[in-house]
């Protein structure tokens, strides 16, 4: 995996612990006030996502609290 993965603008570290990118960005709040991540962000983890499975890896985008984004990776193979 590579460190580092840079995406419209974004900058995803590869945490080799948790076998995920993250990368962070501002808070926002849907209509029924539930924390959610910064649209944008959220674009650029999906589209991670996809371009890690078109080089035969198996990727998830997901999010969490405080305005992480991760996409975490199910399988090298």
């Not at 948790?18 to 709040?29: A, I, K, S, T």
């Not at 890690?52 to 985008?61: E, N, Q, S």
């Amino acid at each position: 995996m590579n460190k580092y993965e840079r995406v419209n603008g974004w900058e995803f570290e590869y945490d080799e612990d948790n076998e995920q990118y993250e990368c962070r960005g501002d808070v926002f709040y849907d209509n029924e006030h539930d924390p959610m991540p910064d649209p944008d962000l959220w674009r650029a983890a999906i589209q991670l996502a996809d371009d890690l499975k078109k080089r035969g890896i198996k990727a998830m985008a997901n999010h969490s609290e405080k305005g992480w984004v991760e996409v975490e990776i199910r399988d090298t193979n």
